[in-house]
């Protein structure tokens, strides 16, 4: 097997030789080529990693719960604004054989003043440390535990700045309330301005003044082989007015109403739509102008008799071998920008698929820039030789 | 896929090409010209033809026409006694691959491609890879002369060189046809003189079928055929005996043969 790809590099198809050729034999336009492949590359790659982070920033809190299910008041649309549910709906979900606990959650806007007498607004999460279910999942300094003593608050140290808050100890003011930072927590941002700040559910009430007999969510934990959307339908029949997803169903739902119904997620799918434009404009002409260049070569290889899929091969190979090439620097350059963005208040994620399909999508690019060179070589009389 | 030592297939007896009554016409309506008419031709194996002509006399276009490229608008076109006018451009392409090799005025090599890479380039359109390809176009190179040329580039070759280069290129796929449209005309006497020594090498020794179109009179002496071509017509078409060759076999080109070969070249030069 060795041998053979050995044979394969040191015999090449002429095919590709004449495809390298071709690209490096003018350097200048090699480079435009490979920068407008980057570029695309660089801001497809970027938009759709910001897009990626925001949409997943917006759900974290959904997704790190630990839940299966979250009861909530009927048209919710996203986790940060929601109304207030009764919080009998615990007691009444309890009861429903297969659900094996379930906690209440709150989150509600709320001001917040820093140790400097600032002003800042915050969500305030409010979770049962008894449970855990929607309690911060990574956590810097400090302890959660410590979150069960009343008029406690844990923040998180990409916030220090925002809220004026250095250390553990510090004073601040929460809806008007005396609090106190027990802990930081680590990388859970917010999509909004206001960051998540994590209490005990009773401090939390306290904070947002939300009445003690009502809560935002009801969080269930299933018994284990339990039938999610079974168990769905069960309490939505059994509680009535609420609403109960899956925890996946709002998640998605909170991501689409952050990134579609504010239009933060369109200006950046139409950013790397944009990308994706200026890399097939520029494939696609410099890939046109060296299938000109080379038009006599083509032109000849026709007259000798290469098929016109021999040609097309010529023309392809140019268009992956740039793609190839324009993807590797574009992904380098790509996941130094997010390195360089990891500290900042942005998260831009490059998941494995979108990295393959960043790829697929540059290789479909170059190819499908190289269309109008295919259909002047195809329309190539052989005669022309003879001219 | 045809192997590279096609040679070795048996070539039907008969001329290599045939043309029967064959006409061409560009354009149609008012705009329509006619570039040739009524031609009726055979190209033997192991002859040069030369196709002389003033310009616009039709020369290229029956060479493209012999060669495949171009349709006729009238007549039959029999390559090794297949008919080809009717065929499509995938089937003429292949043909054209199969049995014909192309020589240009401008040599049409492949600039970003070493000398051996050009030759290997024909060989790839025919299927053969690896380290047989390499082998095979550095023994074409040998044979045109170029042995130590395989890693130079077109532009670091003369003229002459080029057009070896090339010639060894129209000779990888082992062609029964060789046709070259000015094949001198680039260069200089003796450069072309020798180009065309090269040609009635390969039709006397190897057996292929050679036509040449040139301007070119001073090498008509090297042809064993030269056909002169008139408004698309063709009005002379002599045989010159070849000067040392072995008594010419018992065929009906023996009876043109006859005249003495300063005769033709006089007349010829002064036509
Ligand atoms: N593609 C074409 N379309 C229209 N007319 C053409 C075309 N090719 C050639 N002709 C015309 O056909 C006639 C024959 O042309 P051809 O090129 O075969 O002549 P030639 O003998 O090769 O001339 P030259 O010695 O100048 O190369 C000329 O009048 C030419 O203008
Ligand atoms: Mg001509």
């Given at each position: 097997m060795?041998?053979?790809?050995?044979?394969?590099?040191?015999?090449?198809?002429?095919?590709?030789?004449?495809?390298?050729?071709?690209?490096v034999?003018?350097?200048?336009?090699?480079?435009?080529?490979?920068?407008?492949?980057?570029?695309?590359?660089v801001?497809?790659?970027?938009?759709?990693?910001?897009?990626?982070?925001?949409?997943?920033?917006t759900?974290?809190?959904?997704?790190?719960?630990?839940?299966?299910?979250?009861?909530?008041?009927?048209?919710?649309r996203?986790?940060?604004?929601?109304?207030?549910?009764?919080?009998?709906?615990?007691?009444?979900?309890?009861?429903?054989?297969?659900?094996?606990?379930?906690a209440?959650?709150?989150?509600?806007?709320?001001?917040?003043?820093?140790?400097?007498?600032?002003?800042?607004?915050?969500?305030?999460?409010?979770?049962?440390?008894?449970?855990?279910?929607?309690?911060?999942?990574?956590?810097?300094?400090?302890?959660?535990k410590?979150?069960?003593?009343?008029?406690?608050?844990?923040?998180?140290?990409?916030?220090?700045?925002?809220?004026?808050?250095?250390?553990?100890?510090q004073?601040?003011?929460?809806?008007?309330?005396?609090?106190?930072?027990?802990?930081?927590?680590?990388?859970?941002?917010?999509?909004?301005?206001?960051?998540?700040?994590?209490?005990?559910?009773?401090s939390?009430?306290?904070?947002?003044?939300?009445?003690?007999?009502?809560?935002?969510?009801?969080?269930?934990?299933?018994?284990?082989?339990?039938?999610?959307?079974?168990?769905?339908?069960?309490?939505?029949?059994?509680?009535?007015?609420v609403e109960?997803?899956?925890?996946?169903?709002?998640?998605?739902?909170t991501?689409?109403?952050?990134?579609?119904?504010?239009?933060?997620?369109?200006?950046?799918?139409?950013?790397?739509?944009?990308?994706?434009?200026?890399?097939?404009?520029?494939?696609?002409?410099?890939?046109?102008?060296?299938?000109?260049?080379?038009?006599?070569?083509?032109?000849?290889l026709?007259?000798?008799?290469?098929?016109?899929?021999?040609?097309y091969?010529?023309i392809?190979?140019?268009?992956?071998?740039?793609?190839?090439?324009?993807?590797?620097?574009?992904?380098?350059?790509?996941?130094?920008?997010?390195?360089?963005?990891?500290?900042?208040?942005?998260?831009?994620?490059?998941?494995?698929?979108?990295?393959?399909?960043?790829?697929?999508?540059?290789?479909?690019?170059?190819?499908?820039?190289?269309?109008?060179?295919?259909?002047?070589?195809?329309?190539?009389?052989?005669?022309?030789?003879?001219? | 896929?045809?192997?590279?030592?096609?040679?070795?297939?048996?070539?039907?007896?008969?001329?290599?090409?045939?043309?029967?009554?064959?006409?061409?016409?560009?354009?149609?309506?008012?705009?329509?010209?006619?570039a040739?008419?009524?031609?009726?031709?055979?190209?033997?194996?192991?002859?040069?033809?030369?196709?002389?002509?003033?310009?616009?006399s039709?020369?290229?276009?029956?060479?493209?026409?012999?060669?495949?490229?171009?349709?006729?608008?009238?007549?039959?076109?029999?390559?090794?006694?297949?008919?080809?006018a009717e065929?499509?451009?995938?089937?003429?392409?292949?043909?054209?691959?199969?049995?014909?090799?192309?020589?240009?005025?401008?040599?049409?090599?492949?600039?970003?491609?070493?000398?051996?890479q050009?030759?290997?380039?024909?060989?790839?359109?025919?299927?053969?890879?690896?380290?047989?390809?390499?082998?095979?176009?550095?023994?074409?190179?040998?044979?045109?002369?170029?042995?130590?040329?395989?890693?130079a580039?077109?532009?670091d070759?003369?003229?002459?060189?080029?057009?070896?280069?090339?010639?060894?290129?129209?000779l990888?796929?082992?062609?029964?046809?060789?046709?070259?449209?000015?094949?001198?005309?680039?260069?200089?006497?003796?450069?072309?003189?020798?180009?065309?020594?090269?040609?009635?090498?390969?039709?006397?020794?190897?057996?292929?079928?050679?036509?040449?179109?040139?301007?070119?009179?001073?090498?008509?002496?090297?042809?064993?055929?030269?056909?002169?071509?008139?408004?698309?017509?063709?009005?002379?078409?002599?045989?010159?005996?070849?000067?040392?060759?072995?008594a010419?076999?018992?065929?009906?080109?023996?009876?043109?043969?006859?005249?003495?070969?300063?005769?033709?070249?006089?007349?010829?030069?002064?036509?």
């Amino acid at each position: 097997m060795s041998s053979i790809t050995a044979a394969i590099a040191r015999f090449p198809r002429m095919s590709t030789v004449l495809a390298v050729r071709n690209m490096v034999h003018d350097r200048v336009r090699l480079v435009v080529t490979l920068i407008g492949i980057v570029f695309a590359v660089v801001l497809i790659g970027v938009q759709l990693g910001l897009f990626i982070g925001f949409a997943r920033t917006t759900s974290s809190l959904i997704d790190h719960a630990g839940a299966d299910l979250w009861i909530m008041a009927p048209g919710t649309r996203n986790i940060d604004q929601s109304a207030a549910i009764s919080e009998r709906k615990l007691f009444q979900a309890l009861a429903v054989p297969g659900i094996q606990e379930a906690a209440k959650l709150i989150t509600e806007f709320t001001l917040f003043k820093r140790p400097d007498g600032g002003n800042e607004t915050v969500i305030v999460v409010g979770f049962d440390p008894a449970q855990g279910l929607g309690a911060p999942w990574q956590v810097a300094e400090g302890d959660v535990k410590n979150l069960a003593y009343a008029g406690t608050v844990m923040i998180d140290e990409l916030y220090r700045e925002k809220l004026g808050v250095t250390r553990i100890g510090q004073i601040v003011e929460i809806g008007g309330r005396r609090a106190q930072v027990v802990g930081f927590t680590r990388g859970i941002r917010s999509f909004t301005q206001s960051p998540y700040v994590f209490a005990s559910f009773a401090s939390a009430l306290d904070y947002s003044r939300i009445r003690s007999d009502q809560t935002k969510y009801v969080l269930c934990r299933l018994v284990p082989g339990a039938d999610a959307a079974a168990m769905r339908k069960a309490l939505s029949e059994r509680l009535g007015d609420v609403e109960v997803l899956t925890s996946g169903e709002f998640s998605r739902r909170t991501q689409f109403y952050w990134m579609f119904t504010t239009g933060a997620g369109l200006a950046l799918l139409v950013a790397a739509l944009m990308g994706l434009a200026v890399g097939v404009v520029v494939v696609s002409q410099t890939l046109y102008a060296t299938t000109i260049d080379h038009l006599p070569e083509f032109g000849t290889l026709r007259a000798i008799g290469a098929s016109s899929r021999y040609l097309y091969g010529v023309i392809i190979r140019q268009a992956v071998l740039s793609a190839l090439a324009g993807y590797g620097i574009g992904l380098g350059v790509t996941l130094a920008i997010i390195r360089a963005s990891r500290n900042g208040g942005t998260a831009i994620l490059l998941p494995g698929e979108l990295a393959a399909g960043l790829l697929a999508l540059t290789l479909v690019m170059c190819v499908g820039a190289a269309a109008i060179s295919i259909r002047k070589v195809t329309r190539l009389d052989p005669a022309m030789v003879f001219k | 896929m045809t192997s590279a030592r096609s040679s070795l297939e048996i070539v039907p007896p008969g001329p290599v090409v045939s043309l029967r009554g064959v006409g061409k016409t560009y354009g149609a309506g008012k705009t329509a010209l006619r570039a040739l008419a009524a031609i009726d031709l055979d190209i033997a194996a192991g002859e040069v033809t030369i196709l002389m002509g003033p310009s616009g006399s039709g020369k290229t276009t029956l060479l493209s026409i012999i060669g495949c490229i171009l349709r006729p608008t009238a007549g039959e076109v029999r390559l090794l006694g297949q008919e080809v006018a009717e065929e499509n451009e995938a089937a003429r392409s292949a043909l054209r691959l199969a049995h014909i090799g192309f020589i240009f005025q401008g040599y049409n090599l492949f600039p970003t491609l070493s000398a051996r890479q050009n030759v290997e380039l024909a060989l790839d359109l025919k299927g053969l890879g690896g380290r047989a390809r390499r082998r095979r176009a550095d023994e074409l190179l040998e044979q045109v002369g170029l042995g130590d040329k395989g890693d130079a580039y077109p532009a670091d070759l003369s003229g002459g060189q080029k057009q070896r280069v090339a010639i060894a290129r129209a000779l990888a796929g082992e062609p029964s046809l060789i046709l070259a449209d000015e094949p001198t005309a680039a260069l200089d006497l003796q450069t072309g003189r020798r180009i065309m020594m090269l040609f009635a090498d390969l039709a006397h020794r190897l057996h292929r079928g050679v036509v040449v179109v040139t301007h070119d009179s001073r090498i008509l002496d090297l042809a064993d055929r030269v056909v002169t071509l008139e408004d698309g017509r063709i009005i002379r078409d002599i045989a010159l005996p070849r000067e040392s060759a072995p008594a010419a076999p018992l065929d009906a080109s023996l009876l043109r043969r006859r005249r003495s070969r300063e005769t033709d070249l006089k007349e010829l030069v002064a036509s």
